[in-house]
């Protein structure tokens, strides 16, 4: 894939963008795999396959410094234009989303070796049910990169409003559990860890999508998003200061 | 005078500036060369004291528009300019405009240096001296001394004025032919590849040449480096076949061109 579908006069140029656009769809389709894998180490309680998802990351790490150094010669070489600049400028950006996203399936994956210790407690159910959601974004903002597809790209910018709402709704089935059962506290409290950083991924296939725009149209996506009810927000804030709080050092 | 404007159209997808202001304005300018039309209804707007610059293929017919802005066209039999095009509202090519008066408002500095055969100072002093804007030898001289700075040369010659023109480098000549355009107190320069003789640091030189320039003077520069459109001008316009396709402010140009065959040309994809 590249901006357009003629080529370039100096043909290897042409190829070049090609290679880079074929280094993010080959490493989206990794940190996609490394989010499926934490997902089934959540779900089977294999904590085996989540100590190989936590190795896995470095892989992520490696080809996101190869990219960084591809388009910083490609910008030096090639002293690329506007879509070819955009498409440029965007790969830099979306290979940063990516590692993330490998960090955030690292992390949660961590968390499932130390949550398997414990016996299982019924929210898991949500947690998955999340990040499955979360999956199915990340893998539409990839397909949508791939085909440079604006449309679907905006499809995965509108559906992180349900990421959120499920975030807030599993947050809530945690807490519950923690006042009804002060036993699955350890459980519940890495739990809540994961379903912040499953928000976060889905956060961070929200910047590809709007990245995709940027880089197709040239233009950032214009719409607001649909706003969440003040209840919702005021109780998201509460989830965040409460996992921050958890997260600050002890 | 005729001070009418014909209505703005939007030919070819060129926006005209609204709210700057104008120096030279294009309407409906076709360009025939005996039955071959080298322009065709181009409209466009120069805002003053901004740096223009025209790129495209070759023989899209930018260097042909650039030399209707100072009549240039009017030495070939063959070529024949219709339409309007106005400098500060009035129309240069009216049957009473004198087109020497005209070249003296407007400058131009072509693609070869091309220095006279004469010393430093007589290349400079040779158009005051024509167009009578020097009474005594003072004037001169404050006049060479003064172009000369303004084109970022004195420095380097003012201890050899009498030497001749063509001994200088290929960079310091050109910077020489700007101070020749510049001694006729001109308020437009127009530049036809005035950078594609010459090494990168003599282009670095008359690339900030230029940006300081335009303080004063409104600029047109022809240029097939797009990367030099990018770095100097503040609006960049695109020809092809004749067409003005699109032009707008050159960071738009160069990072969101409203205009496939503008991608196709500045990305390098032109078939």
């Not at chain 2, 339409?83 to 400058?107: F, S």
């Not at chain 2, 420095?155 to 355009?181: F, H, N, W, Y």
Request: aromatic letters at 6%; glycine letters at 6%.
């Amino acid at each position: 894939m590249t901006p357009k579908d003629d080529l370039h006069i100096v043909r290897s140029f042409s190829e070049e963008l090609q290679t880079l656009s074929n280094r993010i769809a080959v490493m989206g389709g990794v940190a996609e795999a490394q989010l499926a894998s934490a997902i089934t180490a959540i779900e089977s309680r294999d904590s085996e396959l989540a100590v190989r998802v936590v190795d896995g990351d470095s892989e992520l790490d490696d080809m996101e410094t190869d990219i960084n150094a591809f388009v910083v010669r490609l910008l030096a070489l090639r002293q690329p234009v506007a879509a070819d600049l955009r498409h440029i400028v965007g790969a830099l950006k979306i290979s940063s989303n990516i590692e993330r996203i490998g960090d955030y399936a690292a992390n949660v994956a961590k968390r499932t070796q130390i949550v398997n210790q414990f016996p299982q407690v019924r929210p898991v159910g949500g947690v998955i049910e999340m990040a499955r959601l979360v999956r199915g974004n990340v893998q539409a903002v990839f397909d949508a990169y791939v085909q440079q597809n604006v449309e679907k790209a905006h499809d995965v910018w509108r559906g992180d409003e349900a990421v959120d709402e499920m975030h807030t709704s599993v947050f809530q089935e945690l807490m519950t559990l923690m006042l009804e059962e002060p036993d699955t506290v350890p459980a519940c409290t890495h739990l809540l860890f994961m379903i912040k950083n499953l928000e976060r991924v889905g956060d961070h296939a929200t910047n590809i999508a709007e990245t995709i725009q940027f880089l197709v149209a040239g233009k950032p996506i214009s719409a607001e998003r649909p706003k969440k009810s003040s209840a919702a927000e005021a109780h998201e804030q509460d989830a965040d200061a409460f996992t921050t709080s958890l997260e600050s050092p002890r | 005078m005729n001070q009418e404007v014909s209505p703005v159209k939007d030919t070819a997808g060129a926006p005209l500036v609204s709210s700057d202001p104008v120096k030279l304005a294009a309407r409906d300018v076709t360009v025939s060369y005996a039955e071959k039309k080298a322009l065709i209804d181009v409209n466009i707007d120069i805002v003053e004291r901004q740096v223009t610059s025209f790129i495209g293929p070759s023989g899209c017919g930018k260097s042909t528009f650039l030399r209707c802005f100072n009549r240039m066209n009017d030495t070939i039999d063959i070529c024949r300019v219709e339409g309007r095009i106005t400098l500060d509202n009035e129309n240069i090519y009216d049957e009473n405009v004198d087109p020497v008066q005209i070249r003296a408002r407007i400058g131009m500095v072509f693609q070869k240096p091309n220095p006279f055969p004469k010393s430093i100072f007589e290349n400079i002093a040779y158009g005051p001296r024509i167009h009578g804007l020097v009474t005594d030898k003072d004037d001169l001289d404050e006049i060479v001394h003064s172009s000369l700075e303004k084109a970022g040369l004195l420095k380097e010659v003012k201890d050899r004025l009498d030497a001749p023109g063509t001994s200088l480098s290929g960079g310091q000549q050109q910077r020489l032919c700007i101070a020749r355009a510049i001694a006729v107190s001109p308020e437009v320069i127009l530049m036809d590849e005035p950078c594609s003789a010459l090494d990168p640091i003599a282009t670095a030189k008359i690339e900030e040449l230029i940006d300081d320039l335009r303080e004063n003077y409104t600029i047109i520069i022809v240029t097939h480096s797009m990367q030099q459109a990018a770095r100097v001008s503040q609006r960049t316009a695109f020809f092809h076949l004749g067409y003005l396709v699109e032009c707008g402010d050159t960071e738009t140009v160069f990072t969101n061109p409203e205009h496939e065959l503008t991608q196709g040309y500045i990305t390098g994809r032109f078939g």
